[in-house]
């Protein structure tokens, strides 16, 4: 009964703008009001939490059957990054259904999802269903940015909304990953931490005719480099460890985990899953200096994006400092923590029973993110995050590109297949 509603629920919600350009001017509220309403339409009051002007979030509690067990969180953000019209096949906000599949920006990030969980909710309302536990639907402003105005604002204003949560569920996890001719579906356990740095370098300003040894530019050109030339060793979390020799035993490959970058090799496709998280990191992005060809700076700037994995942020601040060297200062940006999940837990396990009653030839193994969610900012309520978006997707499908790319779109018949799942997790 709840499979019909996602669709329009979920093309309702792309029609409706909400760019987040990253520059405190977003505009999820209108999404929010009709969340609200759709709620609404099910007899599920809903909070409407607006943090600044047109920026808003939506909370609601639905009532479990067992007041013994600890309530849930399930969240997804209603903004989206930007889009250029001229460079998709469809408009990006349209929300047109073509050749089995729902375009446009948020299909995949995240109003999909946010779909999904209306369409679950309201099915319950319809049938006379309830959740095993409580329930608790977080609709979030500002994740494409920095979630000060959403999920940030959520936990440090109105933290009493969350009382008794101890687990959540939102993006980026329980999707179909072909590989090895096998149907391989990661539930994310856990995410690196964000390590945005700006370095600083200053010199002695001149003329750029002379000879001058203290060049802010070039030392930060040299920093620069050395950072995106670092090899990072590799750190086993638990996480990773465990999908290591999760995916090798889905796909019948050896795991040695005293050669980490072998095995992963041998993972052919797979390698996707882990290659990101065995390590920190540090990508250069953007740079900045002078106003003239002839004119030497006195301070040049650039902003590195890091991450690093869980329990490594001594080692990656000490590493920083050593490879940047004395002519250049560094400072965080912006800086989140890293997460850890269990994925032995009866949590993650009753992810994995729901996928394979849907899918009984999925190989659920455990993931830990490159990036990160929501999920950072609701871990400071002691909330355990994990990554479980369920779609199953075909093989020709690029899931990992279709975020934040140009034609992003979802099959039709991924969006039921994860209504589907996902009633089966949180009524169990």
């Keep these: 009964m709840a499979e019909p509603d996602v669709l329009t629920l979920a093309a309702d919600l792309i029609r409706i703008d909400t760019t987040n350009p990253g520059d405190g001017t977003g505009r999820e509220r209108p999404a929010a009001e009709y969340v609200a309403e759709k709620l609404g339409e099910a007899g599920i009051d809903a909070m409407l939490i607006e943090s600044a002007p047109n920026r808003a979030n939506v909370v609601a509690r639905v009532e479990g059957t067992d007041p013994g067990r600890d309530p849930i969180l399930v969240h997804g953000h209603l903004d989206v990054v930007p889009a250029e019209a001229a460079d998709w096949s469809v408009h990006p906000f349209s929300g047109e259904v073509r050749d089995g599949m729902l375009w446009g920006r948020g299909a995949i990030d995240m109003k999909g999802m946010d779909a999904m969980m209306l369409a679950v909710v309201r099915a319950w309302a319809r049938e006379g269903r309830r959740p095993a536990r409580d329930v608790v639907l977080a609709f979030t402003a500002d994740e494409e940015a920095s979630a000060e105005h959403g999920s940030t604002w959520l936990v440090t204003k109105h933290a009493d909304l969350f009382e008794g949560v101890t687990e959540g569920i939102s993006e980026s996890g329980g999707y179909t990953f072909h590989a090895g001719g096998r149907r391989l579906y990661p539930v994310a356990a856990g995410e690196r931490g964000t390590a945005w740095l ?71 496709a797979a390698r996707e899953l882990v290659a990101a998280v065995l390590r920190n990191s540090t990508n250069p992005t ?123 779109r979802v099959p039709v018949d991924a969006l039921e297949f994860g209504v589907r799942v996902l009633d089966r997790f949180l009524t169990t």
């Design 198 to 268: 700006k370095l600083t370098a200053k010199g002695r300003a001149g003329h750029g005719s002379r000879v001058n040894h203290d060049n802010a530019v070039a030392a930060l050109a040299g920093a620069v480099h050395r950072l995106a030339e670092y090899r990072w060793p590799v750190r086993l979390t638990p996480t990773v460890r465990a999908s290591l020799e999760a995916i090798g035993a889905a796909l019948g490959v050896p795991v040695d985990l005293d050669d980490v970058d072998g095995t992963v090799a041998r993972f052919g």
């Design 286 to 408: 953007m740079l900045s200096a002078g106003y003239k060809v002839n004119v030497i700076p006195e301070t040049a700037t650039a902003y590195v994006d890091g991450r690093v994995v869980p329990d490594a942020r001594d080692e990656f601040e000490a590493t920083i400092a050593s490879l940047i060297g004395p002519a250049v200062t560094w400072e965080y940006e912006h800086a989140e923590v890293a997460l850890s999940a269990d994925p032995a837990s009866p949590t993650f396990a009753a992810m994995a029973d729901a996928l394979r009653a849907e899918d009984p030839d999925a190989h659920v193994v455990p993931v830990c993110m490159a990036g990160g969610t929501d999920a950072k900012q609701f871990s400071r309520l002691g909330i355990t995050g994990y990554g479980f978006s369920p779609l199953r997707l075909p093989p020709d499908l690029d899931y990992s590109a279709l975020f934040h790319g140009v034609d992003e």
